[in-house]
C-alpha cells in the first residue's frame, strides 16, 4: 500500500486547512484509516481514525469538536478537515492505513504515508 498525503502549509490561528492522503496498491481497505503528527520535539502522537465505511470515527481530545476526518471509497482518498487550528496543532501530519486498535489504547499502524507540515502562526 502506496500513501499520498498532501494539503499542508502555513496558515494562521483560526484558519482552516484540508489534508489529503490517496491510498493506492494491494488491498488498501482493509483496517481502518487515520491521521497522526508529530510536533518538533515530541513523539508522534494519534489524532483520528476511521474506516474506508467512515461508519465509526475515533478523535485525540486534543483535536475533537475542531477536526473531521472523512474518506472517498471511489478516490480512495482520506481527508482530515482541520478547523479552528491553534498554534499547538503545528506538527509534521502522517496519513496511515491498515490501523488497528490495540487493547492498550494505542494504534497498530501497518502503513505511513510520507508526511506533511503544518504550521500555526500567531
Not at 75 to 102: F, H, V, W
Request: proline share 2%; glycine share 12%.
Amino acid at each position: 500500500v502506496q500513501l499520498q498525503a498532501s494539503g499542508g502549509g502555513l496558515v494562521q490561528a483560526g484558519d482552516s486547512l484540508t489534508l489529503s492522503c490517496a491510498a493506492s496498491g494491494r488491498d488498501a481497505s482493509n483496517y481502518g484509516v487515520g491521521w497522526f503528527r508529530q510536533a518538533p520535539g515530541k513523539e508522534r502522537e494519534f489524532v483520528a481514525a476511521t474506516t474506508w465505511s467512515g461508519r465509526n470515527s475515533y478523535y485525540a481530545d486534543s483535536v475533537k469538536g475542531r477536526f473531521t476526518i472523512s474518506t472517498d471509497n471511489s478516490k480512495m482518498t482520506m481527508y482530515l478537515q482541520m478547523n479552528s487550528l491553534e498554534l499547538g496543532d503545528t506538527a509534521i501530519y502522517y496519513c496511515a492505513a491498515e490501523l488497528r486498535p490495540l487493547d492498550d489504547g494505542n494504534w497498530l499502524v501497518g502503513y505511513w504515508g510520507q508526511g506533511t507540515q503544518v504550521t500555526v502562526s500567531s
